[in-house]
């Protein structure tokens, strides 16, 4: 039986590794994924997948060649390696419609995914912990949190999706709860849901989400589109969704 060369990539994550423990394979800051291939685009093309939106994740689990554990993953760190995926199995050149405001009409847009940058972010507050006191401005309670990995945002979706069953509403809440570690030194459970339900006063819950925002390593995922007559909109959102791995041609 021939043996097959499967061409390899390291994809630089933008926490440097910063964020995991010395330990951790992925304080090396860099994972190695293959290239797409046929087999791929199978789960790509696997509707159960796609309608669970678990079809992401089994792609980059399927195309990670370093011995990982996946749910440690940032977030930041997975939107890396999902663009390149992208990058590795369709090229740099990602077609989107979108609407100039100018003339209210949509318009066809190609961005250069290879021109995606990290975003700005103090990379001295990282010691190889995921762990950071931010002290609120309006109440002075000082809170510790974890930015989110792909472990707790698995949680968080799972809890959101079961209280909508019983229309409950709970985004900001239930994503708080996952994230906060201790409050005043408080580690226990029950003090942090108690505080987040009951004693988050709103101006010092958005402080807080803004701050996790702002040092949380990432891609910056936006771009500038001009379109036909000159119209120039700076720092729109790339679009992630399904049809990211499903370049027009």
């Keep these: 039986?021939?043996?097959?060369?499967?061409?390899?990539?390291?994809?630089?994550?933008?926490?440097?590794?910063?964020?995991?423990?010395?330990?951790?394979?992925?304080?090396?800051?860099?994972?190695?994924?293959?290239?797409m291939t046929a087999k791929h685009e199978d789960i790509l093309t696997n509707m159960n997948l796609v309608k669970s939106g678990l079809v992401f994740d089994k792609l980059l689990q399927s195309l990670i060649v370093s011995k990982i554990n996946y749910d440690d993953l940032t977030i930041g760190d997975k939107n890396a390696l999902l663009v390149a995926a992208r990058v590795l199995g369709y090229g740099k050149d990602y077609k989107i419609s979108y609407l100039n405001k100018n003339t209210g009409e949509e318009e066809p847009f190609v961005i250069d995914l290879?021109?995606?940058?990290?975003?700005?972010?103090?990379?001295?507050?990282?010691?190889?912990?995921?762990?950071?006191?931010?002290?609120?401005?309006?109440?002075?309670?000082?809170?510790?949190?974890?930015?989110?990995?792909?472990?707790?945002?698995?949680?968080?979706?799972?809890?959101?999706?079961?209280?909508?069953?019983?229309?409950?509403?709970?985004?900001?809440?239930t994503r708080l709860r996952h994230v906060i570690i201790s409050i005043n030194g408080d580690r226990d459970p029950k003090t942090i849901r108690s505080f987040v339900d009951d004693g988050l006063i709103a101006s010092d819950a958005k402080a807080l989400r803004e701050y996790m925002k702002n040092i949380a390593p990432d891609l910056d995922m936006t771009f500038t589109f001009v379109g036909s007559d000159g119209y120039t909109e700076e720092g729109v959102e790339i679009p992630m969704g399904f049809s990211f791995f499903y370049p027009n041609s």
């Design 114 to 173: 290879s021109k995606i940058e990290n975003k700005k972010v103090d990379y001295s507050i990282f010691q190889n912990k995921n762990e950071f006191t931010f002290t609120l401005p309006n109440t002075s309670n000082e809170v510790t949190f974890k930015l989110a990995t792909n472990e707790i945002e698995k949680k968080i979706e799972s809890e959101i999706a079961s209280n909508k069953k019983i229309n409950i509403s709970s985004q900001i809440t």
């Design 1 to 35: 039986m021939s043996d097959f060369k499967f061409p390899t990539e390291i994809v630089e994550l933008p926490s440097k590794g910063l964020l995991y423990p010395k330990e951790n394979p992925l304080s090396s800051g860099q994972v190695e994924i293959k290239y």
